[in-house]
């Protein structure tokens, strides 16, 4: 199922159909997870003394790993950002969107944790990653 994969990592049809089932249930279990409400935890700036401490987002442990495996599973999308732009991801109806799409889709979202806190947050409080874990489930 990886489709970016090396040809060191081609699998046979019983280990792709083994993924597939893994991956049914990584969604299964990420999905329990946002519906829940626990997949994040939105800590609020708080004072001491004359310092405030910054508010921030903090993952359970247990949804940001399901994820990583899931972003694995369907495999990073090195080019993701091209391919965002000229596949015109962003502006397709999640329902249309096949599994290479979607890992390219993911590898934008976790990605861009890295470089503004909170991102993988936003598409969860926008139905966005939820709707894209629902077409992952769906396809496999």
Known sequence: ???F?????????????????????VCQNLLQLIDDGSAYTDVPAKKI???????????DKNFW???ISLYKMLGEDFN??????????KEKE???????????????IIR???FAEGHVAAYIKNGILKNLILRVNELC
């Open 49 to 59: 003394g004359d310092v405030t401490e910054m508010g921030y987002i903090e993952y």
């Open 80 to 89: 993701y950002n091209t391919n965002m732009k000229e596949e015109e991801i």
């Open 5 to 25: 994969k090396s040809k060191q990592q081609k699998m046979n049809k019983t280990d792709e159909k083994k993924n597939m089932g893994s991956i049914k249930s």
């Open 1 to 3: 199922m990886l489709f």
């Open 65 to 67: 790993s399901l994820l």
């Open 94 to 108: 999640i329902k249309t969107l096949n599994l290479r799409q979607i890992s390219t889709y993911l590898t934008f």
């Open 112 to 114: 861009g944790e890295r």
